[in-house]
Structures are given as structure tokens and as C-alpha cells.
């Protein structure tokens, strides 16, 4: 992070102060804790994906440094969706204090619960619907229905002594959604009118000119590519996104075929969402995916995971003939989904596999199957105007994404000193109608490696980089410390550089010759012997093959 | 690659063979070998860049084994146009045989010279222009004029007693470019009357629908820009975009604004371009980029590289506050080039670095400052209505992009039989207007990787990718192969891996014991006691971190 750390003044009675813990400066990880008189709300938990910089992480937290010595103040969190980033780090919070209650609407809490379930939790829950108010010590919150890529979602306005915030979480304006369930403008309205003093936006798509596209403008373009299809069709989506999976279902049933759910994630999901009723099945549409084989080719549709080309997930292991569906020519696969960026290289393996394999395969670059969840730029400037909020500070996106908000709000006569560009661990305090930035914590990222919460470092990270473009060199010695003699080895092991050990004979006399020296210089320490290997090895390997690779050396005393 | 090996049958005097040796299921090391009667002819010499999964990789070439043994029956390397996917691989050509002819324009030559020299090589060349024949031993060539987003591009006719082949090296059909030079339909309608045998086109935007933008639809979007930007302009684009330079140079002259090249690559072209006459530069407005920073902010524009969000260039060190050149507010930057697939991250990083800084971005995102070097589909069907070819063979992408000029070729009427999907090292002979596969070279990447060339394979860039996931425990011991005993160790080192070398203290006993009992059971081998090392560290590495790292164990007999 870039902003110098200063620690915010003491928090005064009636004061508000928000702290957005995780989401700004990233997709991923949102969460913001909300303090009043001694007590702290906290809004989502979620997980942010790493990037191709960060290998072999499979998890990154928000880092719950400010609240890990306050968790009997937490009053709650609110989850205003079930998707990852906005849920995925809970887990890890109520494992510090498991009796957090967690206020969601239905399906977000039957999500989270499912994902806690894995993690042997039984969490305490009060579920929540639209125009719903509920008391938490000194927050009084009402929830308010927003329309986004999964059902169920709830924008939150959290109402305190110091003023009143609408926190989105993340949501778009589709006007004729398919569950009916739009953003809910009027209760907007009605909060605008009584005075919003802190309004934090969902800035995602801020950067996109325009409207999002209806989510039902999909359903005839799948129809229509499943109508024509030979034989097989495989469609992958994101498993939480229950109304593109609506539109598969009712698509597939119109041309009279059936549907089978692959991976654990789509099975698991779409079975929490039927029973809800969030997923509305076509009466005998749905098919055990053992089953779906016998079935002619042309009466069958897979609704699987995998559309980012994710290794192990059901699509690039069809890709890659790694699954019990043999992908073949006549095969159709959709992959009804965005390209989150960055996986545009894994993305393209997957459809050049499947179309080796003589499979069609359509995307949201040759046919119009799919739209974003979030509000476009036109959509965010009807919300401005709804509202009018005194305050802003636009969350839930990169710099790039806040700066665009930042820029629809000015637009829309939010004045400049009334805005803000936070980062994780930004201080801001409200009271009266006036907003500050107060302090800035030192916050870092939090790796979930394995089964190692917060162990593995970016200096770890920093280490993998460069194995990973270099290899290493490890060099045994065992020493003679007093005269520099080696007695056992040098033994050395390279992996990842220059494997045939062959290689390492003319380095071998220049370590013996190296230490010797050192001894006749006064070296008598193996710390200082490492130090001579390093320097012999690092300027050998420099000079014949132009590389850095890590240099380990262990030398013991003999 | 997929398709099964096969060796094709001897080639009969009279019959053209020809073999895509790079190019085909990538976009880069472009080169393919054409040979009759014991001669080769080489079109392109290429280079491939490495993507995320190649770690540490410089550059990729093309497989020479075809024609390593064969060179002194190479009669020459006919290059289409200076771009690296194209020529880059021509150093590591002639370090086999030096004095192997180049063909290409005036330039592809200037560039490719350029580029040698760095190699200390000194080629043969022959200058050819658009309109010209030569003979080389059995092949006469025409080249003929295509517009590309480099200037001076060349397609080559290869006329040979077998046929006639079209080889359009990169091409779109911009009917309005900057230098008049347009691709020559013409050449095309004639060659298409005498009979085109087999055509070999770019495939690069066949699953584009429609047609490339217009070069010169971008000067005033850049003029604009300029105009309104308060202090200074920073453009990044390719350092062989003469046109787009050229559209930069013009609209800052119009703004009264000078110009100075950053990064070497950017020099060293433009300084070639600008002396051949490719680039025009206007009276006085070039300057230093020393100089530069004595002028005013608003009449500074700096031309610069690293428009892919490489780290090491220009703009990615100004993002990161690593160039002596410090961005600030005011300042505008654009980046006027195309965003590669898999280069997204490491732009968006660049891009959200420089607005921190508070510099205004514009790019291909939200300005219409780039259009592409290459036909879309478009255009394609013009080619193929006017040619007529009797065989087709897409050359110049991924399998996606292949197919999808082979579905041109086939909607335009050239019947499927005589399109061919090939992937690199596919044999295909041509004879009296029959085309053939017969057969299919096992040809793999070459890395080039530090000053080696061929000696990284493709198992080390598993052990790097592992590594970079994972990490590595090495385990040094020495041990009295007779009793098991650890005479010395177990010496434990870790990196990327937790590397608090305490965490080992657990497994050490383990491993003593481990070795003992493999001497009760009658191990008295080194190699047998490393891999009982190696299966105590990985069950326990297992077991208590859920982790993989790679596991080195060096057992010495002491």
C-alpha cells in the first residue's frame, strides 16, 4: 500500500468510525467493520483470490489485525451476498470467536452455512429480508433488497447517533430482473430524502460507460445455441450464479432435454437454491449426472463449474480428457460466464482443448452469453442522483475502479472534499454529516496456504518467485573450521537450473580453494564459509550461464 | 501437441513439401520450410514469448531439427515483416550456418540487422520490394505489398514446377493507411487468375467478425487527448509501430508539443525508421530525453515502451516510482497498443500504480487508441473471393484461431477436403493442385534461458513451477550405510516453505530413526536411504502443513 500509516485519534463517544478492512485496491476480500460507543458491526468476509505473483496460495484474508483484540465488541456481521468475496473468509473470523451472529438473507446464510459446515462450525445466525429493521446494540439497520448475479442480495443501511450509511455491497439496476427482485429505488429514495451522510458504492463496473445488460437478454441466445446443437452440451458457469442456471435449465427444457449438475460446487449450490426456491426446476428437467450417459446425446445438457479454466475444475479436465465425459466432435460447450482478468491465458487453453476434441465452443467473445452483476457507470449515476449522499467513499473495486466512482460522484455534484479514495485500513470518522480520514493502518495480506493461516510471508512469496524463475543450487560442505579443509562433499542439487549435476565438477575445486582462503584470511565461523559459497557459486553461475538461481549453502563443522 | 507422430514418406523430385515448423497453436516463433528437389526455402524466423506457466523462460524458438542437418541446402530466409514473432529467432538460425541469405525489404532488413549485430553477426542480404521476383535455386519468388502494423511488409508467391503457394505473412487491409501502402489486391487478383496451388494466410483475427478499424481513426483521438492534457504526456505503445509514433509525433507537433523516445528498443527503431524514411518526423520536434526535462510539462510528449506492463520497461518503472522521470498530478498518460492476453494483471498493476500517482489513463478501454495489425474476418473473405485458392492451410494462431479461418475459407467455397488444420511439424506435399498431409514431426519448444539455448526442459520448468507453488525442504545427512547411523545431520534447509528452520525440529528424530530401521531391513545403499528420507520428510510435510513441497534429500556415506 502506498499511503503513510498514522494511527487515528481515540475514538470519541457518538462518533462513527469505518474502517474498510479488505476490497479497496482489489476485487476480493471485502469486509468493513463499523464502531460506535465501544461496540463494532462488521459488513461481509470475504476471500480474495491470488494472482499469478502470489503461487501456490490458495486463499488471501482480509487481516483482522484491528478487530483480533476487540471480538467480544462485534456485535454481528452482515453479509449482503453469498458470493466468495463477500463470505469466503468467515470461516477464519469464527474461528477466532465462534459465536459471532451472522445476519444474512436466507440463501446467503444457507450458503455460509454449508461453507461452515465444511469447517465443522454451527454458526449463530438471524436471517433478514427487504424492508426489514433489526437493533444490534447501537446500530439500528434496515435491509434493502439489491438485485445482483445471485439471488437474495441485500444492500444494508446502518443507522447510528452520528448519521446514517448505505453500504450497497454489490448490486446493478436490471429492470426486469428474472426473479422480479429489483434494486429497490423507492427505499433509496425514501433514505435520500431523510439524509444519507455516508453512501459506500459497489465501484466494480464505475469504469464502464453505460447500462449493464439484462440478465434475461441471455436466455433466447442459449436457447437458440442449444436448438441447434448435434449432440452433447456442456454449459459452465460460475455455482453460485442461480439465474444463469435458471435460464440453462428452462433453455434445455424447452428443447426438450434434460440437465445434469457437475462439480461438487454447482451440485451443492443448485441444491441449496431448489430447496429455497430460489432455482424454480422444470418438473423432471433434472438428471444424476451417472445417469445423464445412458440418455441420447441430443436429450442432455451439463450445468458444470470451470468456466475461469480452473486446472482441476469439471471443465478443463473435459479439455483435457481427464473426465468421464470424452469430449468429441458434434459437442457443444457454453461457457456462459465473464473472463476475470488474469485468466485469459487458462481460459483460451481450455476452449483450444476442447475445440482439438471437435467441440463448438461459444463465449462471451462470439455470442452474447453473458453480462455483468454489477451497475455500469449509468446505472451509478441514477443512484447518486436518488440519493444525494452528503458523503462518499466508493469501496469494492481497484484504484482504477474508485477513481471512476469517485468521478460519477463529483459528476453528480457530490463535492470533491466530500469524497474519498480509501485503501484497506483508511480511518474514516463520521459524526454530524461530516466525514474525515482520521488514521491509516498498517494492513497486509493474510495467506491461507494448506493448512497454515497467516504463516506464509511475502517474503515466502518473494522466495517462490524467484525459484520459480531460477531454481536453486543447494551445497553441502562439511568443514574444518579452524583451516578451511572440507572434509565431506561439496555435495551439490539443482532443480529447476541445470539438472545434470555434470554440470556442478568445474565449480566443486573452486568451493574447496574458496574456503581455504577464507581460512587463511581469518574466517573460523560457518556462517562466514556459507557467505564464501554464496559469493563463489553466485559468481560462477552469473558468468557461465547468465542466471540467478537461489543459492542454499549448509556448511557444518567437521 | 496432440496428433499422433508419423514420419512422411521420402519426398519424390517434383513434389513441394512443406512444414509450418512454428506458428501453428500459438501466436509467435513463426517459420515455416518449403522444399523441392533437395532445396529449402525458410519463410520467418520467429520467436515465441513465454507465458505464466513458462517461468524464467527469455524466449521460445522454433524447433530446428528439421533442417539442422539440412542447412547447407537452405537456399535462403525470406522474412514478411520485422516484428520479433517474425524474425527473432534469425541470430539462433545462423549461429548454425552464418552465411544463410536473408530476403526481406528494406525494413525488415534495417531491423533484423540490427538485431544481429547485438549477436556480433554480420548476414548476407538481399533487399527485395513489393512488385520485385528473384530466383532462388528451385523457388522463383514475387513479394508483394501488404499493410501490417509495421511498415515495409512483404507476402511472398513462391512458384515452384509443383505450384503456387501464397504465403501473406501478417496483413490487414487498412484502404486508407498512413504511408498509401496498401495491401495489393491487385497482385492478389492476378496470382488468384493464374491459380493459387495452396495459400497460407494470418489467422490471427479470423474469430473477429467485421473489419479492422482504420490506422488513422486514431490520430484524432490522440490529438484530442494531447490538447486537453495540463502537463505532461507519457504514450507507450510497440517500439516498432512506425504509424502509431508517427500519429503520436504528428498530433504533439500540432500541439505544439516535442517529442523524446524512451527505452531502447524505441530509439534504436524510430532512429531506423526516421533514416529509411518510414518515419517522418516534423522539423524540431524531436528532442533528448535528457534534454526534455528542461521544458515546460506542457510541451513535453515522451514516447515510451512497456505497454504490456513489463516490468523492466519504461512505464512499469514509472509506475513504480523507478524512473527518473516522476509521475504526478496533471500528468497523462496513454497507452496506445492492444492488451495481450495474459498480460492483464501486469497492466492493470501498471495502470492503477500511475493513477495513484495520479496520473489521468487512457486506454483501448475507454479511448479508441489502438486497432489491431491484423485482417478480421472481414476481410479474410475478400482475400479468399479474390484468390480463389485451391488448397488453404491457416497459419499464425492458436487451434481457435485456425479453425475459424478455415471456416472462411470453407464459407467461401473452398471445399473442407481441401483445408487443412495443422499444428506445428505437420508434413504437407503439394503437386499439380493436390495437397496432402504426410505426416506429422514430433518438434517441441526450444527455451532460450540465460545464455543456454535448449538445455531448460520442459521437466525443469515442472520442477520450477513446483517450486514456485510449493517450495523445497532439502535434508542433508551423512550415514554409516552399514548401521543406518546419521554419523552427521540431518541438515535441514527450507525455502518458499516455512522457513523457520525450527519447524523441522519434529521431523529430525524421524528421520534418524527412519534410517536406522531401513539398515534393519537391509537398505545399505545411498539412494535407497535418500528415498526413505524422502518419504518420512513428505508424510509428515503432508500430515501437519497439507503441503507439497519438493523434497531434496543428499545422503553421503560417512
Redesign the interface.
Known sequence: M?SPVYEPRKLKPGTLRVIPIGGL?EIGRNMTTYEIDGKILIVDCGVLFP???Q??VDLILPDFTPIKDRLDDVVGVVLTHGHEDHIGAVPYLLRLRQDIPLIGSTLTLALVEAKLKEHRISPYTLTVHEGEKEQLGPFDLEFIAVNHSIPDALAVAIKTEAGVVLHTGDFKMDQLPLDDRITDLRAFARLGEAGVDLFLPDSTNA?VPGFTAPERDIGPVLAAVIAKAPRRVIVASFSSHVHRVQQVLDAAHANGRRVAFMGRSMVRNMTIAAELGYLRVPEGVLIDGKKAADLPDNKIVYMSTGSQGEPMAVLARMANLEHQIEIGKGDTVILASSLI??N??AV?RV??GL??LGAN?VHK??AKVHVSGHASAGELLYVYNILRPKNVLPVHG???HL?ANQELAILSGVPESHTFIGEDGTVIDLKDGHAEVVGQLDLGYVYV????VG?ITD???K???I??????V?I?V?VDVQTGRTI??P?I?A?????DEKVFDDVKPMIIKALYQAAENGTRDTHSYSQVIRRTVGRWVNS????RP?I?P?V?E?
Chains 1, 2 share one sequence.
Open positions: 502506498n485496491g494472482e499469478e505473483n503461487p501456490g469504469d482478468p488474469g485469459e491465458n483460451y476452449i483450444n475445440m482439438k465452443v467473445g462470439n481497484e484504484y482504477r477513481i496456504d494448506g493448512s497454515t504463516e517474503a515466502d512469496l522466495d517462490r518467485r525459484l520459480s524463475e531460477e531454481g536453486f543447494s553441502f562439511a565431506v562433499g555435495e542439487q532443480r529447476g537450473f541445470a539438472e557461465t550461464h547468465r542466471r537461489m542454499v549448509v557444518i567437521a
